[in-house]
């Protein structure tokens, strides 16, 4: 599991940063791309990855503010371009597919796929599989604007196949059987209790991701106990002032939010262009002094999610 921010700028492209979009690349679990907004010239930024737009099998967009969705029917349609054939879910706020449709409409757009539309929900899960789940909330912003939660479920443990072939147990049906912690019984009358060659659960990763928003309880909820949580930072710790006016956070804000949710680590994005060199440093700078784990993100940083165990050892 995977984040490669494609666009970290706010509200207009700028040379060094781009605007809104985030790339969950859950390529060893699910052989998929998540794209989570998609601003003006998202599919330029794709390019210079390794991203296969065809693996783009669901996109959430936060909210229709021109700097998440602008990009979306280009993508959508270079994807047919491109060899993509399987359906596109896009998840987002009412009116996300009164937009697209209307772009594809309008512009004789014709695709290989068909779309699928989920509006959101804060009732229940927005998707659910044996793997994943997520949900959204609202947040504050003044046009709905919304946050992801993306819970991975727990891993069983894996069969430790070393210690069978240590008591010469020859590999085959019955190690399925000693995986579901099943006793089986051998050739020779022994007893083996599966649950004795099964290790333990590895705990599932948890990823939240914000769109643009005032501090709100929602923004905690989502977050508690995630493993990354990606906030926007528009304004630095002096202007909360500008920040509440506008409907964004500042660095503090997201770090209270980040420390408030337990979270593993914060990272930040979403950063004005007015922002340059030392002046980013110090928006992390002013994180950390809330919640050390910070980091502001630039324009494709590649930032894996472990397991907490995996980053203990």
């Given at each position: 599991?995977?984040?490669?921010?494609?666009?970290?700028?706010?509200?207009?492209?700028?040379?060094?940063?781009?605007?809104?979009?985030?790339?969950?690349?859950?390529?060893?679990?699910?052989?998929?791309?998540?794209?989570?907004?998609?601003?003006?010239?998202?599919?330029?930024?794709?390019?210079?990855?390794?991203?296969?737009?065809?693996?783009?099998?669901?996109?959430?967009?936060?909210?229709?503010?021109?700097?998440?969705?602008?990009?979306?029917?280009?993508?959508?349609?270079?994807?047919?371009?491109?060899?993509?054939?399987?359906?596109?879910?896009?998840?987002?706020?009412?009116?996300?597919?009164?937009?697209?449709?209307?772009?594809?409409?309008?512009?004789?757009?014709?695709?290989?796929?068909?779309?699928?539309?989920?509006?959101?929900?804060?009732?229940?899960?927005?998707?659910?599989?044996?793997?994943?789940?997520?949900?959204?909330?609202?947040?504050?912003?003044?046009?709905?604007?919304?946050?992801?939660?993306?819970?991975?479920?727990?891993?069983?443990?894996?069969?430790?196949?070393?210690?069978?072939?240590?008591?010469?147990?020859?590999?085959?049906?019955?190690?399925?059987?000693?995986?579901?912690?099943?006793?089986?019984?051998?050739?020779?009358?022994?007893?083996?209790?599966?649950?004795?060659?099964?290790?333990?659960?590895?705990?599932?990763?948890?990823?939240?991701?914000?769109?643009?928003?005032?501090?709100?309880?929602?923004?905690?909820?989502?977050?508690?106990?995630?493993?990354?949580?990606?906030?926007?930072?528009?304004?630095?710790?002096?202007?909360?002032?500008?920040?509440?006016?506008?409907?964004?956070?500042?660095?503090?804000?997201?770090?209270?939010?980040?420390?408030?949710?337990?979270?593993?680590?914060?990272?930040?994005?979403?950063?004005?262009?007015?922002?340059?060199?030392?002046?980013?440093?110090?928006?992390?700078?002013?994180?950390?002094?809330?919640?050390?784990?910070?980091?502001?993100?630039?324009?494709?940083?590649?930032?894996?999610?472990?397991?907490?165990?995996?980053e203990k050892s």
């Open positions: 599991m995977e984040l490669e921010f494609l666009g970290t700028g706010a509200g207009v492209p700028a040379k060094h940063r781009n605007v809104s979009s985030i790339a969950l690349k859950l390529l060893d679990e699910r052989n998929e791309v998540w794209l989570f907004d998609c601003g003006e010239g998202t599919q330029m930024q794709i390019l210079r990855t390794n991203i296969r737009p065809r693996k783009i099998e669901k996109i959430f967009i936060t909210h229709l503010h021109g700097d998440h969705i602008f990009g979306l029917p280009g993508l959508i349609s270079s994807r047919s371009f491109q060899g993509g054939e399987t359906p596109l879910e896009i998840y987002g706020p009412k009116g996300t597919e009164a937009f697209v449709r209307n772009a594809l409409t309008i512009s004789q757009t014709k695709l290989g796929y068909p779309l699928v539309f989920i509006d959101l929900s804060e009732d229940q899960a927005i998707f659910e599989d044996a793997h994943f789940s997520v949900y959204a909330k609202k947040l504050s912003h003044g046009i709905d604007s919304y946050g992801y939660r993306i819970v991975e479920h727990d891993h069983k443990g894996e069969l430790q196949v070393d210690k069978l072939k240590e008591l010469n147990i020859p590999a085959g049906p019955i190690y399925g059987k000693l995986k579901k912690g099943e006793t089986v019984q051998l050739d020779n009358g022994q007893l083996i209790n599966g649950r004795d060659f099964v290790g333990p659960d590895k705990k599932g990763r948890i990823v939240t991701i914000l769109g643009d928003t005032r501090k709100t309880t929602n923004s905690v909820i989502l977050a508690k106990n995630a493993d990354v949580l990606v906030h926007e930072s528009t304004f630095n710790k002096n202007e909360a002032r500008m920040a509440h006016n506008y409907f964004h956070s500042t660095t503090h804000q997201a770090a209270e939010v980040a420390k408030e949710a337990n979270v593993q680590r914060l990272l930040l994005t979403h950063i004005s262009a007015r922002y340059l060199g030392k002046a980013t440093q110090e928006l992390e700078q002013e994180a950390q002094e809330i919640f050390p784990n910070t980091k502001v993100m630039k324009d494709f940083e590649v930032v894996d999610v472990p397991f907490q165990e995996e």
